[in-house]
């Protein structure tokens, strides 16, 4: 892959506290980017109407977030809304609730096991799941083990990892390890930054290229994984335009996005 080929995406999270969603799809296409990652509430209850909306934008669907427990228990429900979505979209849990997380290391390796057999039917569908990362994937337990690592081992290479570089420098961890680390299994980069510990407003968050992650090192790396796009998100912003816009120039500014 060369950079230029990387596919511009924004995670809709980011805009949850600014509707009506059809300005920002609007807005999203017009500034350059070429998908959205939805989460659950877009298309939780009509997914072909999501999709007719992403279609009239001039958007994709490349991956979006959806609940650890539906692809548990519900699996061909989820598969079914993938296959409406998009073009093979990736199936993306991002979070174990606090109160379900594991304090040991084979209840991680469970919910490994959970993600392969969910990855299983996936594939067997033309599809892939991908693992997407908080802070407290990377927190040891008593063991000393993490559950990112317990996590990714049990679930095989069929489960892939869409990085969030800015969650993992607030788990202290260093981001450039974890990309080496995992590279392989990236099938999804997420744009994501964090100002320096202490900062106040928008959450801490910030655009990046304006945080304390150090993309000039990450950068050189991204080629060596399968990720095909990149994925803009911020937590809490005071003006998602901003940080759409401000996410945009900077891929473009990396050499990774056209600006056309």
């Known amino acids: 892959m060369t950079p230029s080929t990387y596919k511009l995406s924004f995670q809709l999270y980011s805009t949850r506290n600014f509707p009506p969603q ?84 084979d209840g991680w390796r469970r919910i490994g096991e959970q993600l392969a057999k969910g990855a299983e039917l996936a594939q067997a569908n033309n599809l892939r799941v991908a693992w997407h990362n908080h802070d407290f994937e990377y927190r040891p337990l008593d063991d000393g083990s993490r559950p990112i690592d317990l996590m990714l081992e049990a679930a095989g290479e069929n489960v892939g ?67 095909d796009h990149l994925v803009v998100e911020h937590d809490n912003p005071a003006d998602w335009r901003r940080v759409a816009q401000r996410a945009h120039d900077f891929v473009v500014s990396k050499g990774a996005k056209r600006n056309d």
Not at 23 to 43: I, K, N, Q, R
Not at 65 to 70: D, F, N, Q, S, T
Not at 183 to 205: C, N, V, Y
């Open 22 to 105: 059809d300005d920002v799809l609007e807005g999203l296409a017009a500034m350059g980017y070429d998908a959205v990652e939805p989460w659950l509430p877009d298309f939780a209850t009509d997914a072909k109407g999501f999709r007719k909306r992403i279609d009239n934008a001039g958007l994709e669907c490349l991956g979006f977030h959806m609940p650890l427990k539906g692809l548990i228990e519900e699996p061909m429900r989820y598969i079914d809304i993938a296959h409406t979505l998009g073009d093979s979209p990736l199936m993306i849990p991002p979070y174990v609730m606090p109160e379900e997380r594991p304090f040991d290391a």
């Open 161 to 227: 990892f869409e990085i969030d570089f800015a969650w993992v420098t607030r788990a202290w961890a260093d981001p450039y390890a974890e990309l080496k680390k995992y590279a392989p299994r990236i099938l999804a980069i997420q744009l994501k930054d964090t100002a320096p510990p202490g900062t106040s407003g928008e959450g801490g968050w910030t655009p990046p290229g304006d945080g304390i992650v150090d993309w000039d090192a990450l950068w050189p790396l991204f080629a060596t994984t399968p990720a």
